[in-house]
């Protein structure tokens, strides 16, 4: 059911949080992809929410940027 949230619909916080997880990942040497197929599992979403919620967070320098 999750899986078909749009990120929109998901709180600011819940996005960061979501995206923190996604940048710790590549930061302990997961790679990119493997990070955001282990990070969508992890909160129960589609890749492709991942890479929504990954471009915002790049675009808005979320931290831990």
Known sequence: ???Q??????PEDRR???F???VEAQDQGVKVEESRKRV?????L??????QIESEGL???????
């Open 1 to 3: 059911m999750a899986r």
């Open 5 to 10: 949230m749009t990120t929109e619909r998901l």
């Open 16 to 18: 960061k949080e979501i």
């Open 20 to 22: 923190r997880a996604l």
């Open 40 to 44: 969508a599992e992890q909160f129960e």
């Open 46 to 51: 589609a890749e492709a929410q991942v890479r």
């Open 59 to 65: 675009d808005a320098v979320w931290p831990p940027l």
